[in-house]
């Protein structure tokens, strides 16, 4: 349990940075070229949820985990789109929405 729950604080911690991250390129988005710290976020989340499944395996949750991957793969998608370089406003926007709507998933329970 002890492990599980150390797991699941790295993973909290790692989101709320992406998400700071996110918000603090709020009034420069068209502007900033983002750098690999997103990324690197992104393998930690990957990495600390798929950990978590297993260690839940079989009980796991299903309609969480399906959900949140499939956000998690529409992330991935647009960082990569715009490797190296500037958000769009849709896209920048789409990224904090996404990424508050898995927060949502997270803390709802079923």
Do not use: E
């Not at 793969?73 to 990224?95: C, E, M, S």
């Amino acid at each position: 349990m002890l492990l599980f729950n150390t797991i699941l604080l790295i993973h909290f911690l790692c989101f709320a940075i992406y998400l700071c991250v996110l918000l603090s390129q709020w009034r420069d988005y068209d502007t900033r070229v983002r750098n690999a710290s997103g990324m690197i976020l992104g393998i930690i989340l990957l990495i600390t949820g798929i950990v978590m499944v297993a260690l839940k395996y079989p009980h796991v949750n299903y309609y969480k985990v399906v959900p949140k991957t499939a956000l998690f793969a529409v992330v991935t998608i647009i960082n990569g789109r715009f490797n190296g370089k500037v958000f769009t406003k849709q896209a920048y926007y789409a990224l904090i929405a996404i990424t508050l709507l898995a927060a949502c998933i997270a803390v709802v329970r079923v």
